[in-house]
Each structure stands twice: as C-alpha cells, then as structure tokens.
C-alpha cells in the first residue's frame, strides 16, 4: 500500500494523457467529500460537501473543503457531479457556486431538489442538469456513466468516468440492501460489466470497511419501529436525520398502521419531506399528516411527532425538548424513537440528551436498546464482494479516517489487488493515473475552511486556539497608566477577569512583578505602547502560570498619561 508522506510538494504539471485525482475533502474525516479529477487541461468535480464541527472547534457552523487549488482554474470545471443528497457530499455546493455561479450541478432527482432549496436560501440560481441511473454524459473530456446505489438516501449514484487514461469507477457512499424499501438495489451487473471492460481506479467508499459481515437491511428495523408504536401508552417522538427518506416511510407507515396522525417538526424536516413528498419519494396516507395545530388537539395516543435532532445538535428540536426549552413538553409515558446513528464525538451529547429525556418520563428507544438503525454504508463482506466483481487494477479509498481507509486498502489487497495500486492518500494529496498505474506525485494545500455564522474563512486554527483558551482558561485584562517621561505606573493598573478565579487580593502580588518591568523598560530606553503592552502581558502570564497554574488571555492596554 503507498501512503502519501507529509513533505510532498506541489505536484508536477499532469503527464500528457494521465489522469489526476485529488480528493479535497472526505479523507482523513467522515464528511467535506469532495474530489477533484484532472484530464486534457479540465476539471470535474465529484461531490462537494460539508464538515460538522467538534467540540474543540467552538463557534464554527461548518467545516468546508479548501478551494484554493482550483481558485485560479474554475474556468477550467466542466461540471460538478453529486453522487447523492446528504449535507457532507452537497452542503459546500452554495460556496463553490459563489466564486463561479454557472458551473453545470449533475445529480438525480431528489439530489438535485435538496440542492435547489438549500441555494435558494444563498439566493443562487444554479445550471442544472437532472440525472439518472443508466445515462452516460460527457462533459469535456470526462464521459460520465451513471448507476444505482443502494443507501441511506434515495436516488444515491455511484459515477463511472471515462477518459483516455482509463475508467474510473467511484461508488460514492453505498451498501448492497438486497431488499431496499423503493426496490432499486445497488447495481452489481452494471459494476461487474464495468469490470470486464476494465475499471483502472476504484474509488470505494470505506466507511464501515471496519465493520464484518453485511449491513442490515433497511426492513430489518421493521419490528423494533412497530413494537416501539404498538407499546407506546401516549405520543411518539421519533428523531432522524431530516434527509432520510427510507426511514420516515417506516415510521409514518408504522404511525398509519396504528392509528396515529403525524406532524413534522424542524424547519429542515419539514421543507426536506415536502419536497421528498412532492416528487414522489415519500408515500404519505391521505390525511395522515397535519398541522402541529391540528395535532395538539388530539388524544396523546393518536399523536406521532418527527424532528431533527438525533445527534444532540444544540438548537435542534430534540435538544430542545430535553431541556424544556421547546413547545412540544415530553411528559410521563411519552415514547422517543431515535431512528439514527451516533456520529463519532457526538455521543456524550446525545447520552446527555437521553438522560434528560428519561429524567421527565420518556421512554427513549435508541440504537443502544433496539434495533432502530442500520448504516447506510456497505460493510466489510459487501466491499469485498465489489471488488471481487470489479477486479480493478488499483484502488483508491475514499470517505473515512485513516482507520477506515487502511482496512478497506487490506480488503483490496485480499482480494488480490497489487499492494502498490492501492493507494491511501490524504486530502490535498495527487494521486496520478498515467499508462494504468497509480503514483502519488505531491499535494496542494487542503486545510480546515471555517464557516462562522456569515463570514468563511474568518476564523483560523489561531482563533480557535484563542477561543478555546477564552473557554479553558478565562482572560484578564489590565490596564496600566504609564507616565511617558518616566515610563512608571501613575497608579495602580486595574485589573478586569472574566472565567479566571480570583477574588479581591489576587492581583496585589502582580503589581511589583509589573512595575519592575516598566522600570526595565525605562532603563534600556523602551518606550512604544506596544512594546510596554508585550512586556506587562509576558509578565502577568508568567504569574499566572507560577501563582494559579492557568493560562488565560491576558489583554493588556496601555495609556499614556
């Protein structure tokens, strides 16, 4: 296996006739997927998603991949294609579309719909071009294939791209449901055709390559959602990703079965399911769902809620209701279905959410206690499968960390792919495709892009730093009246602290420690503010340090007297 090492530098121009792949996003991390394919001077983007942002990262809303690479070149895309509608494969379509609005969006249906409402909030009136399984298109020199893929999100794709450096083949995110509910399973004759013609590169999506066996069918969950209603005394509360499609058929069929009405709550839930409603995806029953308005008035037990919020997001409706801060008041005997996955570094938020939620009463049914979940990714047996039809020459993982894309790179080899054609890289890196092989020839840069409420790309690894330290350690601010002849303290400065413990006698041992380096400062002749400002703060950090242990931000203002 070639791993892609940290001093690699800007890659060489493109080989004439090779092809190049740089993902700059998804790898490394679960989310941003976005990859860059380079042939004949053209680029065509695969994907261009978004991030969520952990806890170390407080104030981002989002994490966007880093366009640098292709700024000066966005003339040069023929088109951005979308394997399927979820935020970490679309949510960074409106950003790129600011810097070059008219870039063709390629996608299906549904995908292009979810897209469309999202760009209208950005005010964006994109170029579209509707897609689906079994349609070739070219764009540029990219001629682009299309077919089925079974996932958590109806309409998923994956995209075969041919090219006179060979055929790429990129599952996008898939597993292999043999008995998906909208009967459109993951198109195996159409990969293993591809695999007699030849695939040179197989992007596979490497999400659960961890994971044995095979992943449960979406019907599995069958039971547990119909025992969940069939039991429920009062209300029930059901929690999903507000774009899957599969699972609120369930619960809506599970709701109409037992006599219940159902209202959507959440501004995205409600726009996401009147959109998968209106073109069809979602078979909703005349007159089962309603107005909350409507649904406040009914008894307890003929009442169905669906919401945001599986994953303990703060201001999402679930949260909400947790911590009383919501209209819809969880009660003694209320059932709470959460129908989804945990996302890695969520879990302490939605263990908190949990407990809150038992704590008034609820009976909370989640992946931990019944089968509510299936993933949407394609485990270790499926991923084997494909490239035992496939038989590529080399292999490329994509969509997961570092853990992920090992095992599925193992898989590969298994299988009986050449170790050096299969290729682990890392976001920014250049993975070349010249006369069949795989090289990895340098990176671009591929960092962190922060959205912070309207402003992208304002806050940095630096800011963080600051608000992470704001956040741990507190800031004290001292402002110090300097006598400009004599460079000494007219009085004594003030101190203002917020989050570093103190009381009133905290500060006294400090003042000397500053007054001995003004009078330092005066002796060699060092007079700017600034200067003083440098000095009183490496001072009163120090002190910090030695007296409390603590690191705070210290602002230190100078004023001339």
């Not at 570092?402 to 890289?425: C, E, F, Q, S, Y």
């Not at 703060?537 to 007297?561: C, K, L, Q, T, Y």
Request: aromatic share 4%; proline share 5%.
């Amino acid at each position: 296996m070639s791993h892609a090492h940290p001093e690699l530098r800007t890659p060489p121009p493109l080989a004439p006739g090779g092809l190049r792949v740089i993902a700059l996003g998804g790898l490394g991390e679960i989310g941003r997927n976005m990859t860059v394919f380079e042939h004949a001077g053209k680029l065509l983007v695969v994907d261009c998603g978004v991030l969520f942002p952990e806890e170390h990262q407080p104030g981002i809303d989002v994490i966007l991949p880093d366009f640098t690479s292709i700024r000066d070149r966005l003339d040069d895309v023929v088109a951005i294609v979308l394997t399927h509608g979820h935020e970490d494969h679309i949510g960074g379509v409106p950003y790129l579309l600011r810097e070059r609005r008219d870039i063709p969006l390629v996608g299906s249906k549904l995908t292009l719909a979810f897209l469309d409402a999202k760009l209208k909030e950005h005010k964006i009136k994109p170029v579209t071009r509707e897609v689906s399984e079994g349609d070739e298109l070219s764009f540029g020199p990219f001629d682009c294939e299309f077919l089925a893929v079974n996932h958590s999100i109806p309409d998923a794709l994956a995209v075969a791209i041919r090219t006179a450096a060979g055929l790429v083949l990129h599952t996008g995110d898939f597993k292999m449901d043999q008995f998906p509910l909208d009967n459109r399973i993951t198109d195996l004759r159409g990969f293993a055709r591809l695999g007699e013609e030849g695939v040179d590169l197989f992007l596979t999506d490497s999400t659960n390559a961890e994971v044995p066996g095979f992943t449960l069918s979406e019907g599995d969950l069958v039971p547990a959602i119909e025992t969940a209603f069939r039991k429920a005394p009062r209300r029930v509360i059901v929690s999903s990703f507000a774009s899957h499609v599969h699972r609120i058929q369930q619960v809506l069929d599970a709701a109409h079965a037992h006599g219940r009405k159902v209202a959507f709550v959440g501004r995205s839930m409600v726009r996401n399911m009147g959109i998968a409603r209106d073109l069809g995806y979602l078979n909703v029953p005349k007159g089962l769902v309603v107005d909350m308005k409507v649904l406040e008035k009914l008894p307890a037990n003929q009442v169905c809620l669906i919401c945001t919020g599986s994953q303990g997001e703060p201001m999402a409706a679930l949260s909400r209701m947790a911590n009383r801060d919501h209209v819809i008041r969880i009660t003694e005997g209320d059932t709470v279905l959460l129908a989804s996955s945990l996302i890695p570094g969520n879990e302490n938020a939605i263990y908190r959410v949990i407990n809150e939620l038992t704590r008034w009463g609820a009976n909370v049914v989640h992946k931990g206690n019944a089968k509510v979940h299936v993933s949407g990714h394609a485990s270790a047996g499926e991923l084997v499968y494909c490239y035992n039809i496939v038989r590529p020459r080399n292999v490329m993982p994509v969509h997961g960390e570092w853990r992920h894309l090992r095992a599925n790179g193992d898989l590969a080899i298994r299988t009986g792919v050449h170790p050096k054609g299969v290729v682990i890289a890392e976001d920014g890196v250049a993975v070349d495709l010249v006369d069949g092989r795989v090289s990895i020839t340098g990176k671009v840069p591929a960092g962190n892009v922060y959205v912070d409420g309207m402003t992208v790309g304002g806050a940095t690894e630096a800011s963080l730093k600051d608000r992470r330290t704001l956040a741990e350690e507190g800031v004290i601010t001292v402002v110090a009246i300097v006598d400009a002849d004599t460079g000494r303290l007219v009085e004594p400065p003030d101190f203002l602290a917020r989050g570093f413990v103190h009381d009133d006698a905290t500060f006294k041992d400090v003042v000397p420690l500053i007054e001995q380096a003004l009078a330092r400062a005066a002796e060699e002749g060092v007079g700017s503010a600034i200067q003083l400002e440098q000095l009183i703060s490496r001072a009163v950090g120090n002190w910090a340090h030695r007296a409390h242990r603590r690191s705070p931000m210290i602002i230190p203002v100078v004023v001339d007297a």
